[in-house]
């Protein structure tokens, strides 16, 4: 790992104010992921802030939201009986993520800023369009089994690989931050985006803004939420397709509806063509697998992961029906 | 910078580089070697240590972060000349080979034990997934494990 410089501010202004003003000055929060990439030298910073002495770390329910601050960590916030009430599905993806240890170290705003686990991003002997603008794509034509089908470009296939954004997206909770000049209140539906001819580019964050948290409305539809994840192996691994889904019935026609999918993606995805296909129609097998039709319609896929087009309508297909309690 | 690290009850003097992580720390500058570097990318466990209790991977988190917690290395579990439970029961249980997995399924292995996840085989094999075992030892480290659980709730 390169050498870099480090403070531990005590409070936002000076910690967002001390990364603005260093072009390659980065926050560190959980560490995580940032010092894999540090010492694999797909990421380099000549300066560190330490957020971790910010009053950041508290969940708390109040005026109908779920405020979760971006230093809370992922042990307690899958664990906070506040986010289990208000929205399972955040706290199952939580579980599902990561191991014991990681999970009492990474912090919440942190893992929204993960990077993707593709191999030829975090090899440094690979050219890459995220790493170096420009260098190129190995992926398009080579290992990308797990690579995304929706969202992609000539340029980027990288699957976006955080569990718990999926699951935010599925109960629309909306990320603060803070940078010198403002604060901001960002849905998570427009945080993330897709790659395009900017594959480097992965959120709406500006240079020295800071995640200070994240909010959940409290509804009956996330009360209901759930989160399926499918990998390779039984646990510690990413998503090969995942399927958030929250879902309002009434009798056995479907009120409204959010289905948001990890695996598959260049950033978190929901598909509004999927629930249109459900809204106001009883939830049956053929329902169902016109909603799974709609979201894979524009898929792309490559050489090795053309299976999860199949996989992930299988998938919503299993976990409607258990969310639904429908055979 | 100047740092001090309390590890195993007591307080260290040390200077580092901002970039040296807890577990080269330990292992490099304090000779706490019981806690081993597999990986040093967080997959493998070898190097779980207790902050204020509670078990983290020291290959992913920097040594000038930690000046405010008590770190517990599995040099520190027992006094001097004694086990704790759960070495105790890896021993009778035979739930090693090579041993550099070890430390690391220790420290893992107290704290699932504290966080209450030794309820069946399943959750202990689901609670201590962050821990890989080179010589595939999982069959014994589970049952030490439920051992072990049983003396410390005892």
């Known amino acids: ?78 664990e906070h009986p506040a986010v289990r009430r208000a929205a399972p599905v955040v706290s199952e993806a939580l579980l599902n993520s990561a191991s014991p240890q990681v999970r009492n170290m990474a912090a919440i705003g942190g893992n929204l800023l993960q990077r993707t686990r593709c191999g030829y991003f975090r090899d440094v002997g690979s050219p890459c369009n995220k790493r170096v603008p420009g260098s190129g794509c190995p992926a398009l034509e080579g290992q990308n089994r797990a690579h995304a089908i929706l969202g992609v470009s000539d340029q980027c296939i990288a699957v976006h690989p955080s569990d718990l954004a999926v699951s935010l997206l599925a109960v629309d909770a909306t990320v603060l931050t803070q940078s010198p000049a403002r604060a901001r209140r960002i849905p998570m539906g427009e945080f993330h ?70 695996g598959i993606a260049t950033k978190p995805w929901r598909s509004p063509e999927a629930e249109a296909a459900l809204r106001g129609r009883p939830l049956t097998g053929a329902t169902i697998a016109a909603a799974g039709q709609a979201l894979v319609r524009g898929a792309v896929t490559r050489e090795h992961n053309a299976f999860k087009a199949d996989l992930v309508q299988r998938a919503l297909d299993g976990h409607l029906r258990d969310l639904a309690g429908v055979q | 910078m100047d740092i001090t690290l309390k590890v195993n009850g007591t307080e260290h003097q040390l200077t580092v580089e901002p970039r040296v992580t807890l577990l080269d720390a330990l292992r490099e500058r304090l000779d706490l070697t019981g806690t081993k570097k597999g990986c040093d990318r967080g997959e ?3 190097c779980t240590v207790l902050a204020d209790d509670r078990r983290i991977k020291s290959c992913l988190t920097l040594a000038v972060m930690h000046e405010d917690s008590a770190i517990t290395t599995v040099e520190g579990l027992a006094p001097e000349g004694g086990l704790h439970p759960v070495q105790s029961a890896f ?43 080179r010589c595939a030892c999982y069959a014994n480290i589970v049952v030490a494990v439920q051992d072990a659980a049983q003396e410390v709730h005892r």
């Open chain 2, 91 to 133: 021993i009778r249980r035979d739930a090693f080979q090579c041993g550099g997995c070890t430390p690391g399924q220790i420290m893992s292995a107290v704290a699932c034990i504290e966080e209450g996840h030794t309820g069946s085989a399943d959750e202990i094999r689901e609670w201590m997934s962050g821990n890989l075992c």
């Open chain 1, 193 to 262: 985006v897709a790659p395009g001819a900017t594959p480097d580019r992965e959120n709406a964050l500006g240079h020295g803004e800071l995640i200070v948290g994240v909010e959940i409305p409290i509804t009956p539809m996330a009360a209901t939420s759930r989160y399926l994840k499918l990998r390779d192996r039984a646990t510690f691994e990413f998503a090969v397709v995942a399927v958030a889904a929250a879902l309002e019935m009434n009798g056995n026609v479907v009120r409204d509806v959010r289905l948001t999918f990890g």
């Open chain 2, 44 to 46: 493998c466990g070898a």
């Open chain 1, 1 to 78: 790992m390169r050498a870099f410089e480090y403070a531990r501010p005590t409070s936002v202004d000076d910690a967002v104010r001390l990364v603005a003003e260093r072009p390659d000055a980065g926050f560190i929060a959980g560490g995580t992921d940032l010092l894999n990439l540090m010492k694999d030298g797909a990421r380099a910073h000549d300066c560190l802030i330490d957020v971790n002495a910010l009053p950041l770390a508290d969940v708390v329910e109040r005026d109908g939201v779920v405020r979760i601050g971006a230093l809370a960590r992922m042990r307690e916030v899958a």
